[in-house]
């Protein structure tokens, strides 16, 4: 006999969470791509990413305390959603692996994120450290692991696709979301933008979802 209770969350709790998904790659996004000043540190020398920074050492610094919190609210929208794989009818080895790649993403997003406001911290003039030195590395460092950490959400891609009763719609979607983002794993670097689009349709389904 089974006892167990199915939970259905209510209009206002299913709104919430889906804002949740939605401001996750937003704050992602804006936070490494848009607070930092022009240009493309990646094709800089050393010396002129060290200026490169300086000039906009407090956008980096407010920009890492954005993607700080947006790896705390992907483990908050990691949490609702496995209640919906619940629901769903997802297995419970798929759902824990799942629910793991959450959790470590989440954790290298924030090494991400302290990693840049250590880049703005000691970009800044005040601070006197070698700017030649370490400053280009902490800041090619954030960004490139930023970027390349997306591609462990496979198995919550994986797991919301396999789930039976979950929207037909948003499983085909999650499928080849999932091809897409296991292909990157040879390429990670690209790996943000399925990720990021798998974030919205699934907060997306989320919202609309009875």
Known sequence: MNNRVSFTPSPVARALLAVTGLAVPVASFVALHEMHPAGAPERMTDS????????GAHAIWAGGVLQLAAALLLLVFAAGLDDRLRSWGAGPVRRRTGAWS???VSGLVALSAILQITTGVIA???????SETLLPVVALLYGNLNVAVWCLLVPAVVATAWAPRAPKWLRIVSGILAVWLSLSLALPFISWFPAFVWLVVTAAALAIDR
């Open 102 to 104: 959450f959790v470590v």
């Open 124 to 130: 800044t003039p005040e601070e006197a450290v070698g």
């Open 48 to 55: 002129q990413l060290a200026e490169w920074a300086q000039s």
